[in-house]
């Protein structure tokens, strides 16, 4: 398989979103408050893990998608994208994304 270039992989992503989002009968409005590099990524992490499996990841999966150390460093980006308005947490069930990355 063809190594995509970011652009094109984002692109893909993008496309899957707006699929996924018309199948469903949802539309996410696009993020408008900055994230760091790093939060960003992980958001986009979270993003495509539930437009494969239309599920959130756990706090183990997103660290282990995203390279990270440990449990407690994913979840201080869930925290941040909380606090940032792209996603709700529901206690221990989890959380729901409120947003979607704007994709270029």
Not at 3 to 14: G, I, N, V
Not at 28 to 51: D, G, S, W
Not at 73 to 78: L, M
Request: charged content about 30%; proline content about 2%; aromatic content about 10%.
């Amino acid at each position: 398989m063809k190594k995509l270039t970011l652009k094109q992989e984002r692109d893909h992503w993008k496309q899957r979103a707006l699929a996924a989002e018309a199948q469903l009968g949802i539309n996410l409005p696009f993020a408008t408050e900055k994230l760091t590099a790093k939060q960003q990524r992980v958001f986009e992490l979270i993003e495509q893990y539930f437009l494969k499996h239309h599920v959130v990841p756990t706090i183990r999966q997103i660290a282990e998608m995203a390279d990270l150390y440990s449990s407690s460093t994913a979840f201080r980006y869930v925290e941040a994208l909380e606090k940032k308005g792209y996603i709700e947490r529901r206690g221990k069930q989890g959380f729901r994304l409120l947003v979607r990355s704007e994709v270029k």
